[in-house]
């Protein structure tokens, strides 16, 4: 099931505004644990947590907060570690 739940925020930032959302949908359907997906602009940890413990299971991205990607320099993301060998590649 897909359920879409919106609010209009009259802010610049969405930190704070999702999980609130997350929790009416959670309420209006009457259910002790639902997934929500967002995309990186609502990344936050506090949110994230205080979905966590309403039962709330987060789906998105972390932003890069770094400006290492401007100046043409490689990022943690560019780079997979491989066990095995305990190298990165």
């Known amino acids: ?5 919106w609010s209009l925020i009259h802010r610049y930032e969405h930190f704070g505004s999702w999980w609130p959302v997350a929790e009416g949908v959670k309420a209006a359907l009457g259910r002790d644990e639902v ?3 967002a ?3 609502y990344f936050s940890g506090r949110e994230i947590l205080a979905c966590h413990q309403d039962g709330i299971t987060t789906t998105l991205p972390r932003p890069e907060t770094s400006g290492n ?3 043409d320099m ?3 993301a560019d780079f997979t ?8 590649r």
């Open 35 to 37: 997934r929500v997906v």
């Open 39 to 41: 995309d990186k602009g």
């Open 1 to 5: 099931m897909l359920v879409h739940g």
């Open 74 to 76: 490689y990022l943690k």
């Open 81 to 88: 570690y491989e066990a095995d060998a305990d190298v990165y």
């Open 69 to 71: 990607r401007k100046k």
